[in-house]
Antibody, heavy 123, light 107 residues
Framework: EVQVVESGGGLVQPGGSLRLSCEAS????????MNWVRQAPGKGLEWLSYISSTSRTIYYADSVKGRFTISRDNAKNSLYLQMNSLRAEDTAVYYCAPISCSSTTCNHYFDNWGQGTLVTVSA | EIVMTQSPATLSVSPGERATLSCRASQSISSNLAWYQQKPGQAPRLLLYGASTRATGIPARFSGSGSGTEFTLTISSLQSEDFALYYC?????????FGQGTKVEIK
């Protein structure tokens, strides 16, 4: 069974930084591309960032490009999101989500979600 | 960026009735569409992918159709546990984008 556990959220002042972590188990982590998705309070889901299994390919949503950095450590089965220059509108629950893979193919929808970690940006 | 537009924003349905949710893409996404269900305080749960394939463990009362730009999620006979938020997501283009959601509430 695949499990993902996000951590590192908390209260941070505007302009501050925070580093989120995600530990995944039950999958061969170094073969899975990973994503970060967030959800502001009472709002919908927003895809933020993608990193391929080898870290060679990375994408960001425009809303976080230049401020957030995705990375991974395959030796630790871990995914990270370094968040700088935080704004009030970054307040959200942040989820990490592996892409979905069968024995033969992978697709970029998300069938395993953690419970997320809450980031609150406020003075 | 592909904009995903869901309608209606809120759907009021009686238990046992049929619910039909729509999702429209601003450009063609082939069948690269997923549907998710989310209940308060919980993470989203994958319902359908490939526009019409049910994910593991999803009851047969959930079905999906469509391709290109127009998609539909149908819940054939609403059960109490189906009252929730539903999101569509395209995975044809970067950035991946979600619809704004449809809330299915008890009538």
């Amino acid at each position: 069974e695949v499990q993902v556990v996000e951590s590192g959220g908390g209260l941070v002042q505007p302009g501050g930084s925070l580093r989120l972590s995600c530990e995944a188990s039950g999958l061969t982590f170094n073969t899975y591309s990973m994503n970060w998705v967030r959800q502001a309070p009472g709002k919908g889901l927003e895809w933020l960032s993608y990193i391929s299994s080898t870290s060679r390919t990375i994408y960001y949503a425009d809303s976080v490009k230049g401020r957030f950095t995705i990375s991974r450590d395959n030796a630790k089965n871990s995914l990270y999101l370094q968040m700088n220059s935080l704004r009030a509108e970054d307040t959200a629950v942040y989820y990490c989500a592996p892409i979905s893979c069968s024995s033969t193919t992978c697709n970029h929808y998300f069938d395993n979600w953690g419970q997320g970690t809450l980031v609150t940006v406020s003075a | 960026e592909i904009v995903m537009t869901q309608s209606p924003a809120t759907l009021s349905v009686s238990p046992g009735e049929r619910a039909t949710l729509s999702c429209r893409a601003s450009q063609s996404i082939s069948s690269n569409l997923a549907w998710y269900q989310q209940k308060p305080g919980q993470a989203p749960r994958l319902l359908l992918y490939g526009a019409s394939t049910r994910a593991t463990g999803i009851p047969a009362r959930f079905s999906g159709s469509g391709s290109g730009t127009e998609f539909t999620l149908t819940i054939s006979s609403l059960q109490s546990e189906d009252f929730a938020l539903y999101y569509c997501q395209q995975y044809n283009n970067w950035p991946r984008t979600f619809g704004q959601g449809t809330k299915v509430e008890i009538k």
